[in-house]
């Protein structure tokens, strides 16, 4: 028995001792094989970046020379910013066809970006970037861009209109082909019955004819051809197009809306479309009713154009029209250089920055001249000290004033956003005094628009925190303002109220400008009731009703409010109390309901001490007076026997009369 176990365990042994070696063969077998790999690998790589090395080299000789094209092409191989702009830098050659793809390619990649970049709060930053951009040579770019952020995003389509708005006030053959290339595009989509194409066409279309970019002829014709021969999605997309530009057709065409609403009446009454789209005519009708509350043909941050600047174009449905497709295709231009000199002076023109330039000039030129002139300044200034002196000239036609305000206008009304309006007005030079000027022209041109812009708000808001002169300015302009109320017309006082109302609410402008108000029936008028409560309605906006309550309760600024909420009489108080809940103010009245209601227990302590000290008064001059109490006394007995006597003689009269009768 022992020897077998023996055995076996022996055996076993054998047995584990084989497999160990087998395994141990097989795994120095793959190392030496995984070895020979790796050093195959090796010399191939050391093989593979010599080569490499050798390509990059030939590459970077003959780049600029022989190969820019490849590199730029649209469609070619990315290039990253930094190394296109390096790469344009280096090309020598300006006019050649390389340079001129590699713009292209720039131009694209740019008005793409911008484009779909532009929203409803940066439109007004947008546009001097896009103008920046060749928007002649990159006219079909634009338009295609344009088309196709829209399609994307009909959501942005009024963005998107009131941008090709701006574009063609200053270039009109853009705006012109945008307009044939979007009517192309609804003739095909209604052609193809593609309906979501013709949607986003559709209003395309409608919001330029908002911004009168388009005529509206071109509206009419396409609700015709619309609702010719009526189906659920022609009518339905007729209900859409009449809901996006039905404001502004009802002003400027109403006998054509009149009709196409009797066309949507007769529909509505063969009742061959389906239901869904009957309620959708019906909802249409409503809104007619309403006079398209909630549908405004232009959203007032989008209005950026005055309707004298637009230009509009009429494109008829039944024209054939060129969308010149290969304004989008890369063509290189013989006189590039010339071209793109010629838009950058157009640029400068259209941006304003001649007159910048022309103001680092003159500065660079005086700069210069101080210092060639350093050596004789004190000569020259005791000289011209003497012939001032001597010449002093009073100009009484006030040629320079005249001139500033037209400088310090025009500065206001071509400056894109209140940013660069400040920017230019503080480098107006200002003689002492002259500041006054600025915040007057401010408040004009705020007071002339036809409805209020935020640009002149935020405009005075900076000027009173830069300097305080301004801030003092502007306080001497509110009771200016408000002392001559009355000669204003209500959209002229309307500006006015929201103007002040923006510096207040901003607390740019401090508040005890108000102690000038005095809120009372015989102190106020028609018109500055209409000031104070246009004022008092846009603080509660910008505040809320809350923190404009905390403001006007804060103990320190009493004084300056006893005159908008009075306690001297209870009629003024109880005017003043009526008049703010009548605007839906009634909130900021808390305090001053509560003093009236307290006013009779307040009358009834202050009358309290004046009787006590009254017996006291009565007690010493009793003492005082005993000495002529006779004298009183004969006074009484002599007027009571003078009144028996008058007494008698009335009687005896009465007594006659009746013996008479």
């Known amino acids: 028995m022992d020897r077998t176990a023996d055995e076996k365990q022996r055996g076993y042994r054998n047995k584990h001792d084989r497999r160990y070696m087998k395994d141990r063969s097989s795994r120095e077998g793959d190392e030496r094989w995984k070895d020979k790999l790796s050093r195959q690998d090796k010399v191939g790589e050391v093989r593979e970046d010599d080569s490499k090395s050798q390509k990059q080299s030939t590459l970077q000789e003959n780049s600029l020379n022989s190969d820019v094209s490849n590199w730029g092409r649209s469609g070619g191989v990315y290039i990253p910013p930094f190394k296109l702009a390096r790469i344009l830098k280096e090309v020598q050659d300006k006019s050649s066809v390389e340079y001129q793809r590699l713009t ?46 829209q399609m994307a995003s009909p959501g942005f389509t009024d963005v998107f209109a009131a941008l090709v ?34 949607l986003a066409a559709v209003k395309f279309i409608a919001h330029l004819v908002n911004q009168q970019v388009a005529h509206e002829i071109i509206a009419l014709e396409l609700l015709a051809l619309m ?12 209900v859409g197009f009449v809901k996006e530009c039905g404001s502004i057709l009802q002003d400027l065409s109403p006998k054509g809306l009149h009709g196409i609403f009797e066309r949507f009446r007769g529909i509505l009454h063969e009742g061959e479309i389906d239901k869904r789209v009957q309620f959708l005519i019906e909802g249409l009708f409503a809104i007619r009713k309403a006079k398209f509350q909630g549908h405004p043909a232009v959203r007032p941050e989008l209005d950026l154009v005055e309707q004298e600047d637009q230009l509009t174009h009429e494109i008829s449905l039944e024209e054939k029209i ?27 023109t259209i941006l304003g920055e001649e007159s910048e330039d022309e103001a680092g000039s003159d500065v660079g030129s005086e700069e210069e001249e101080d210092e060639d002139e350093d050596e004789d300044e004190d000569d020259e200034n005791d000289d011209e000290e003497e012939d001032e002196q001597q010449m002093k000239i009073k100009d009484e036609t006030e040629t320079n004033l005249v001139n500033l305000r037209r400088t310090i206008y025009l500065t206001i009304m071509s400056s894109i956003d209140f940013e660069e309006a400040g920017h230019k007005l503080l480098k107006i030079k200002l003689e002492p005094g002259q500041e006054m000027e600025l915040c007057i022209m401010l408040l004009e041109c705020c007071s002339q628009e036809r409805t209020y812009l935020r640009y002149y708000g935020l405009l005075g808001q900076r000027f009173c925190m ?76 910008h505040l809320g009703i809350r923190l404009l309550n905390e403001k006007l309760s804060d103990p320190s600024m009493q004084d300056s409010f006893e005159s908008i909420f009075p306690k001297d009489n209870p009629k003024n108080t109880r005017f003043s109390i009526n008049f703010f809940t009548s605007i839906g103010l009634g909130g900021i009245t808390e305090n001053l309901r509560e003093y009236l209601k307290n006013m009779p227990r307040l009358i009834m302590q202050q009358q309290k001490p004046v009787s006590e000290s009254e017996p006291e008064r ?17 006074e009484q007995s002599s007027s009571s026997e003078s009144e028996s006597e008058s007494d008698r003689e009335e009687r005896e009269r009465r007594h006659k009369k009746r013996r008479r009768r």
């Not at 709060?121 to 295609?144: A, D, S, V, Y």
């Not at 063609?168 to 609804?186: A, H, M, S």
């Open 165 to 198: 708005a701006v574009v063609n006030t200053k270039f009109p053959e853009v705006g012109e082909l945008l307009l044939r290339r979007i009517v192309l595009q609804f003739k095909r989509a209604y052609k193809r019955n593609d309906k979501h194409q013709l």
């Open 618 to 634: 009565s007690s010493g001059s009793d003492s005082s007076g005993s000495g002529s109490e006779s004298e009183s006394e004969s």
């Open 104 to 149: 292209w390619d720039a131009l694209r990649k740019s008005i793409n970006g911008l484009v779909n970049k532009v929203n409803a709060m940066n439109i007004k930053n947008i546009i001097p970037e896009l103008f920046g951009e060749n928007l002649i040579r990159g006219r079909g770019l634009f338009c295609r861009s344009c088309m196709k952020s």
């Open 322 to 348: 060129d969308p010149e497709i290969t304004l989008d295709i890369f063509k290189p231009d013989p006189q590039f250089l010339e071209s793109e000199k010629r838009y950058e002076e157009l640029k400068k």
């Open 227 to 238: 609702l010719e021969n009526p189906t659920d999605d022609s009518v339905e997309v007729a």
């Open 466 to 541: 830069i300097n305080k002169v301004h801030q003092e300015n502007f306080e001497k302009c509110f009771v200016q303002q408000y002392s001559m109320i009355h000669r204003l017309e209500t959209n002229k006082l309307r500006n006015v109220a929201k103007f002040f109302a923006h510096l207040l609410g901003t607390f740019a402008l401090p508040w005890h400008v108000l102690a000038y108000i005095r809120l009372t029936e015989e102190d106020t008028t028609s018109s500055s009731r209409i000031f104070i409560k246009i004022l008092f309605q846009e603080l509660s906006e």
